[in-house]
């Protein structure tokens, strides 16, 4: 009986994911078969739409960028997150004042903050010219505008971006962690990185899942921050794959390589996501 | 609680020191972006022309945020941002408190209530929240417009709690599982129910999450742009559709003083949030529920 | 966006029927000062006709195309819809989603009076569906002038040798020979206009009309792709991912002594109070325009009120005098030869008469080509400029894969 509560309070949920969420992903398998346009239209191709999608060196580009992007951005923000989180965390002062100086590029709309970045890496107009004339004529910091390293400097303004989030959702979870567990700490005198390490990570573990989903739901989706920085340049060197979907979709008024980009997009997450589904089901049922 | 009690270890100064020190780079590396927006916005175009991105406005000057607030050209108007603020907030609060409500009590149902095809629903719900909203439009179009409702504030209020129910539901979830079971278990078989436990002892256990969870939505659907420009309708388009005209021209003149105004004008609902904040960043909210 | 709010209310308080016959509504991206200026002429022609314009701008034609899109395919379209010449409303049009506008279009005669590349892009099977407003052209190259007179460069005529001995000049007094907004679109550009320059009208169609083999093949595609490459040692390293404003900036501080834009890059040059002739020159290269511009779609309406509003907008934009005002306050040639625009400046001047003759004018790749080809082409060249090891055999190779397989 409890337990039909519980499914009724998930109905909401159930009706949304039925019609939203598969409906929405079936409907864009289904059109990426087909050869529509600016709009859907509904004949079949077969793997028409696959086959030039692949042939593209801007999509396998871009699939290598995401990748590229996931692991330094995702280690990036949880890694100074949670550094952040810990060292708020020792009773400082102005603790509210450093919180929001943490969290402020989360508001801000990344038209402009990415220009704004833009500025700051630009060889010509920000860091590397600041310093160069202050005299340090040797200094280099040009990442942005170089093929082989812009998708660093693309990660860091995601950092920027991103680690502050993380950061708060560390900070709520370290101030869940039971306060007996540092009096024993004080108690037995064992170091406080120690019990960070060995302690506190731990018990943290469901929140920096929590966060790792999170990141990489934005690794995968976000494409604002590379039009706003780089327009996906130079050349093809920052593509990734949310944006090449946005431009099929409405810049170059192609639905259909948008669906069958968007669908292989699916197939990767599928794919790392089904056994941990597979094993949360066979759970359940045991 | 006493400080002494808690950080015995505070009081050594050189960690005292590392820490603040860290502390502060960090600082510097994220208002460092702010510092040069806030600048510009201070100068006039003239100066920014001819001048470096970090120097100091010669003489500051308040008439691009005047400009932006009110006066910035946004199409055939020249109203400035201040125009669909009140649509933004009437947007805001209905989409935070549903998606938040609806994501808790998913969150606590999954955590503690699970039966099979609810993992499977969530696996779902989480697999779709990798795709681009995009990619979602023209089915949800059609599914408003059949339904009669595109181009409504109930559309747009629907669509934010759609697409907010992945990160909201996952947020909460792994909050509740972390709790222990014995908390409930005793309540549980004194004969109370899933939603009596939820109301009485989950939600008062979860602010400290509640207030993640609510920055999130705040921050997401205050710069949502697409969405809105899409689904709300032209009597409800958020502020954030003029602040695309203004910072996002393509092909006329830009007034770079006037965008990082109205950038940060725009940010500001959110900025309050993440101040106010921190009197919920307690320590000891969860863990003294726990104890008791 | 304060009258929508207004009028229909003072309409009730004067107890008549709020205005609602005569309102349209017009989806559109000018959304700048100088573009809000051009929209007004518009909005108020509209008013003195008796209509009620309701103003839905937004920037950024990818954003304002979405709306437009969405807003038809859920059945709840705006009286009018800016688009890009070209053929992105062509589905639409196809799927008889837009009013046909012909009657117009025949008694405007705009067979004699619209260059020949525009109309051909408005219409679908002989059916006109789109009202050009404006032609922008897109290859100019824009110098700063008293630059070039300080380092005793003479003005050169396009992208040929004197080009290069004027970057030359440039380079040793120590300025940035040319600025280029290193984006994918600005970088195609400046191929483009080198391609104009080198292989005229002529190649152009044979590329991207006729996709003929020999065009390909041709001495004149291969010295573009010589010349694009040369250019690489003329630009200075902060140039990728630098804005089209940013780029023009520098020509109007004298940092920069050329650029290659469109002619909305007057915007800049005008809002730094710089005159054409004067502070800065345009060159128009072998006399060849290449152009885009604006048109405005009028979506199928169902309701009756709504559809007469939408003819009173139609005959409002066709006007001679509202098309001439408003190219004058947006800086860009009218699309109909019947429009007098004497008075306007130099370079305004040179596109008009390049539009005189078939011959000086071709229309952009995206009036040829369906989007994705040329969002592929752009993608091509953009590495190609990006990748100095990408050689231009490959290059060709690639290219005319593109064009004859997208």
Known sequence: ?286 | MSISERRPWKTVSPARIGTYAFLLVCALFFAMPLFIMLMTSFKTMEEIRSGSIFSLPSAPDLGAWVKAWSAACTGVACDGISVGFWNSVRILIPSVILSVLLGAVNGYALAHWNFRWAGIAFGLLMTGAFIPHQVYVYPLVQLFAWSGTFGTLAAIIAVHVIFGMPVMTLIFRNYFVSIPEEIFKAARMDGAGFWWVFFAIMLPMSTPIMIVAVIWQVTGIWNDFVLGLIFAGRENLPMTVQLNNIVNSQFGEREYNVDMAATILTALVPLVLYFISGRWFVRGIAAGAVKG | ?406
């Open chain 3, 1 to 406: 966006m304060r009258f929508r709010a207004t009028l229909p209310l003072l309409g009730l308080l004067a107890g008549v029927a709020p205005a609602l016959a005569q309102e349209a509504e017009v989806i559109h991206w000018w959304t700048s000062e100088g573009e809000s200026k051009a929209a007004r002429v518009l909005a108020d022609a509209f008013e003195a006709s008796g209509g009620t314009w309701v103003d839905n701008a937004i920037a950024g034609a990818s954003a304002a195309r979405q709306a437009s899109f969405t807003r038809i395919v859920a059945g709840d379209p705006p009286e009018a819809s800016q688009f890009n010449s070209g053929r992105e409303f062509e589905d639409l049009a196809a799927q008889g989603l837009l009013t046909d506008i012909s009657a117009v279009a025949q008694e405007g005669n705009w067979d004699q009076t619209v260059p020949q590349a525009l109309l051909a892009s408005a219409q679908i099977d002989g059916k006109v569906f789109a009202m050009p407003m404006n032609i922008h052209g897109r290859n100019w190259i824009w110098f700063n002038a008293k630059l070039l007179e300080e380092v005793g460069a003479e003005v050169p005529a396009g992208w040929g040798e004197d080009m290069f001995v004027a970057l030359d000049k440039l380079k040793s007094a120590g300025k940035v020979p040319l600025a280029l907004s290193g984006t994918p679109s600005y970088e195609l550009s400046l191929f483009e206009s080198i391609l104009l320059d080198i292989g005229g009208a002529n190649l152009w169609y044979g590329l991207y009309q006729h996709q003929a083999p020999e065009a390909f093949a041709s001495a004149e595609l291969r010295q573009a792709f010589e010349t694009y490459a040369r250019l690489r040692d003329y630009v200075d390293v902060g140039s990728p991912g630098r804005t089209w404003n940013a780029a023009t900036n520098m020509v109007i501080t004298g940092e920069a002594g050329f650029t290659s834009l469109g002619d909305w890059a007057k915007a800049e040059f005008a809002a730094a109070g710089q005159t054409a002739g004067v502070d800065y020159g345009c060159i128009l290269p072998d006399g060849v325009l290449q152009i885009g511009g604006d048109v405005f779609v009028f979506p199928k309406l169902s309701d009756d009120d709504a559809i007469k509003a939408q003819q009173l907008l139609i005959e409002t934009l066709a006007d001679n005098t509202t098309l001439r005002n408003f190219n004058a306050a947006k800086g860009s040639i009218p699309p109909r030869a019947d429009v007098d625009m004497t008075g306007t400046d130099v370079c305004a001047e040179k596109g008009s008469a390049a539009l005189q003759i078939s011959d000086t004018n071709v229309p952009r790749l995206t009036m040829l080509q369906p989007s994705s080809v040329a969002g592929e082409i752009q993608d091509l060249i953009s590495q190609f400029w990006n990748d100095p090891s990408l050689d231009i055999e490959t290059a060709i190779a690639r290219y005319t894969e593109i064009v004859l397989n997208g």
């Open chain 1, 1 to 286: 009986m409890k337990i039909r509560s519980a499914q009724v309070a998930l109905l909401p949920m159930f009706a949304i994911v039925a019609t939203v969420y598969v409906g929405s992903i079936l409907w864009t398998i289904g059109i990426s078969l087909t050869p529509s346009r600016s709009l859907p239209i509904y004949e079949f191709v077969g793997l028409e739409q696959y086959v030039a999608l692949f042939r593209s060196s801007r999509w396998t580009t871009s699939l290598v960028n995401m990748l590229v992007f996931g692991a330094g951005y995702i280690g990036g923000c949880l890694a100074l997150g949670y550094l952040m989180a810990i060292f708020i965390d020792q009773k400082v002062r102005a603790e509210n004042a450093l919180r929001t100086i943490f969290l402020y590029p989360h508001a801000m709309s990344f038209i402009v903050t990415g220009l704004v970045w833009q500025w700051i890496m630009s060889p010509t107009e920000g860091i590397q010219d600041f310093v160069r004339g202050l005299g340090l004529t040797g200094f280099t910091f040009d990442w942005i505008v170089r093929p082989d390293m812009a998708m660093y400097a693309v990660i860091i303004a995601g950092i920027w971006h991103g680690a502050g989030f993380v950061m708060a959702l560390l900070l709520a979870g370290l101030r869940g962690v039971d306060t007996e567990i540092w009096k024993a700490a004080r108690i037995d005198a064992v170091p406080a990185w120690r019990m960070y390490l060995h302690v506190v990570t731990p018990i943290l573990v469901p929140v920096f899942v929590t966060c790792a989903v999170l990141l990489s739901t934005h690794a995968i989706k976000s494409y604002d921050i590379v039009v706003a920085m780089t327009k996906g340049g130079p050349g093809i060197a920052t593509e990734v794959p949310a944006k090449f979907v946005m431009d099929y979709l409405f810049e170059r008024s192609s639905v259909g390589r948008a669906a069958a980009a968007a669908t292989v997009m699916l197939m990767m997450v599928m794919a790392v996501a089904a056994p941990v589904l597979y094993a949360r089901a066979a759970a359940a049922k045991g």
